[in-house]
């Protein structure tokens, strides 16, 4: 199959590896010349260091580079996606694959990654999520990993499923776009939290229990904007809120391993160096939450401290004193 990878971070760098181990032709995409010339020049990429490209993986800057592609994995920044799509859509031809492997929503109109991709895309062009515990680095070395493929078409799932798994990668399918785009999003967030109480000196219990109260959260918002609860347990709720949780390649959680620890957001956010997602993905499930009636804590206490300089201690005291209340009302 041919594919375009369009995004060079550590993720779509791991998985333009993995396609490209499963025998797919595969190019990868950085927007900018420069960096894309020293990645074809060099085999490398500073962002998944010990990685070595292959000589078949191709590496570019040229949007028409996906013209004959019949599958695009859309692996950048969620508030990249829009311009990403726009500056590339043109060239895909209809009926292309086209997977977001981006954890977010939009700011502003609060749009989940597949509808950004669908909106600007239009008709023609079956879309999917990608999604679940699995950190780049595990999977550049072909450390077992399972993910989830969303899709509302089972045909659309399937194809993703055959595409992507091999003995290392399990893809399990699901037709709960909301319900895995949404967990994908809210992960981010909560797992600057658990960075907080860790930086804090809490132990287990605190990250036990943020977690376990974080999918009550996510299952309430999920089902309020269209989704299933039970996606909340799985690969793409569960599973992945568990790994980014407690994972030192967690960049969002080091986020929050930093403001636990008395850093600003601003020197926070410079330190980690990368995208940190939970930053954009606060505010936006704050607004979501908001629109929908839906009452999330968690996830507004942690907006307060990355965006109304509460103080995380603060934070969590107001959780801990809340009223109290049946576990499942």
Known sequence: MEIIVFGSGAW?????????ARGHRVTLW???????AAMAETRENPRLAGAVLPPGLAVTAEAAAGAEAEL????????????????????LKPGCLCVSVSKGLEAGSL????????????EGYPTAALSGPSHAEEVALGMPTGVVAAAEERETALR?????????????????????ELCGALKNVVAIGSGVADGL???????????TRAMNEAAALCLKAGGQSAT??????????????????????????LLGQGLGVEETLRQVGAVVEGYYAAAAMRSLSEKLGVEMPI?????????????PEAAIRRLMERDRREEFS
């Open 201 to 211: 000196g809490f132990g287990d219990n605190a990250r036990a229990l943020l977690i």
């Open 232 to 257: 909340c347990s799985g690969l793409a709720g569960t599973g992945d809120l568990i790994v980014t949780c407690s994972s030192r390649h967690s960049r969002n959680r080091r986020a929050g391993l």
């Open 160 to 180: 993703v499923q055959d595409a992507f798994m091999g003995p290392a990668f399990r893809v399990y399918t699901n037709p709960d776009v909301a319900g895995v």
């Open 30 to 36: 950085n927007r900018d010349p420069a960096r894309a």
């Open 299 to 311: 996830c507004h206490g942690i907006y307060e401290v990355l965006y109304e300089g509460l103080r």
């Open 12 to 20: 779509g760098t791991a998985l333009a590896l993995l396609l490209h």
């Open 111 to 122: 749009l989940r990654m597949t509808q950004v991709l669908g909106g600007v895309l239009g």
């Open 72 to 91: 695009a994995v859309f692996a950048v920044p969620s508030y990249a996606m829009r311009a990403a799509a726009e500056a590339v859509g043109p060239f």
